[in-house]
Every structure is written in C-alpha cells, then in structure tokens.
C-alpha cells in the first residue's frame, strides 16, 4: 500500500471522526510533509514519539468549533502513475484556501514555495 495516501486518508478520517489527533507510523519523508501541513496551516503539531518499541508521529490537528479544518484530501501521483508539474503549471487549490504539496529537488513544499522559487517536481496531493 502507499504509506502518503494512508497518512492523508488517516487525517482526513479523524476529523469527521472527532480525534483531534492522528498517530501514524513514523518515515522521514511523512515527518517532512507534516511539517510542510503544520507551516500551511492545516495541523497544530508534529511530534515523534515512541510506542511498544516502534516510533510514531503524532499529528493535533485544528478543529474550529469542533469542525476539522481539513475537508478533503486528492492523492495526485501514485506509485502506478507518476504526475510531475513545472512551476509554471502549478495553480492555487480552491481559490488558495487549499495547497498542493510537491516533492522538489530542494526537499518537500506546498505549491506556493515551489512557485515562489521557481522549482517544479512531483505532485503529491492536494489539500484542502
């Protein structure tokens, strides 16, 4: 299975849910797409932890009024079918009340830093 589409599945079902947390199983690259989701404004925390011996991340997401900020989720490439977008092809999500998250050569970015530095690269998902 792909671990990206089972971590934003897995934040996307808590909220509706009514968890204002998510544990998932850690990876340095889900712990970079956290941190990219925490500066977007779309979690609270990223914290690493250790559980029955295996290490977790551990993701408090934002409610507002008991209403997850997250809505949904739009996995773009996946392991069958690559996307890969230039700068110049990268729009806003939703009217900017989205992000899009990209894998740069300079590490992992929302579409609004890609854009800004002039990068392209792999189109992970969508948020918003």
């Not at 934040?11 to 989701?37: C, F, M, R, T």
């Not at 996946?78 to 998250?101: C, E, N, Q, T």
Request: charged content about 25%; cysteine-free.
């Amino acid at each position: 299975m792909d671990p990206i589409s089972n971590m934003i599945i897995q934040i996307q079902n808590a909220g509706p849910a009514g968890h204002d947390q998510v544990l998932v199983p850690y990876s340095k690259l889900k712990h970079s797409v956290s941190e990219v989701l925490k500066k977007e404004g779309f979690i609270k925390s990223v914290d690493t932890l250790t559980k029955k011996g295996k290490k977790m991340l551990a993701l408090d997401l934002f409610m507002e009024n008991r209403v997850p900020k997250i809505k949904g989720v739009k996995r773009i490439s996946k392991p069958s079918k690559r996307i890969y977008k230039k700068f110049s092809d990268i729009r806003a999500v939703k009217s900017g009340y989205g992000a899009l998250i990209l894998s740069t050569s300079h590490g992992i970015m929302s579409g609004r830093e890609a854009k800004r530095a002039k990068l392209g690269g792999e189109a992970l998902f969508s948020i918003w």
